[in-house]
C-alpha cells in the first residue's frame, strides 16, 4: 500500500489520490496531520499510548478531535496497516508498558503477609531480557520497511518529483 499521508519537515502531504477518499475529502491540513501523527506507526507521537496520544498531539499541533477525524483515522488504519505493521504496533505499546513497569517497580513494597510483591530476580531477568526486546522491535521494524519498499514501484523507495524523467 502506497502512503496516504507523508510529512516532510513539518508539513503534511497528502498522496493524489486520497481526496477520491471520501472520509479524508473535507479535511483540512491540520486535520490531515493529526490522523497521520495518530495512526501512523512512523508518527513521533507513537511512543505514546492511544489513551494519551491525543492529547499530547492536540497541544502540539492545535486541532480538536471531531467526528470527522475519528472517522478518517478508521479508514487510514483499515488502508495503510499490514498486519506487520499491526503487530509492529502493538510490539510499541507493550514496550511502552514495559517501561512503565520499569519506573514503577518497587521493591519495598509488600503484600498484607508482608512478603515481597516484586522480586529483585524477576526485575534483573527482565532487564537482562531488554536487549532481546530492543533487538526484536528492531527487525520487526526492518520487516515492515521491507514490505512497504516491495510495495512501492520505485527502486529503493526513491520518491519521485515533477523533474524526474
Excluded: C
Aim: charged content about 30%.
Amino acid at each position: 500500500m502506497k502512503d496516504l499521508i507523508t510529512v516532510d519537515g513539518n508539513k503534511v502531504i497528502s498522496s493524489p489520490y486520497i481526496l477520491a477518499i471520501p472520509e479524508f475529502k473535507s479535511l483540512t491540513a491540520g486535520s490531515l496531520s493529526a490522523v497521520y501523527f495518530f495512526a501512523d506507526y512512523r508518527s513521533p507521537y507513537a511512543v505514546y499510548e492511544e489513551s494519551e496520544r491525543w492529547e499530547i498531539i492536540m497541544k502540539s499541533i492545535k486541532v480538536k478531535r471531531t467526528k470527522e477525524i475519528d472517522i478518517a483515522i478508521r479508514k487510514y488504519k483499515e488502508l495503510s496497516e499490514t498486519s506487520a505493521v499491526k503487530l509492529l504496533k502493538s510490539a510499541k505499546e507493550s514496550v511502552t508498558k514495559l517501561e512503565k513497569y520499569f519506573k514503577e517497580v518497587d521493591l519495598t513494597l509488600t503484600d498484607d503477609n508482608g512478603r515481597p510483591i516484586y522480586h529483585a530476580k524477576d526485575l534483573i531477568n527482565n532487564l537482562s531480557n531488554m536487549s532481546k526486546i530492543v533487538n526484536g522491535l528492531d527487525e520487526l521494524e526492518d520487516i515492515v520497511k521491507k514490505h512497504q519498499q516491495k510495495d512501492n514501484p520505485n527502486r529503493g523507495g526513491v520518491v519521485t518529483n515533477k523533474y524526474s524523467i
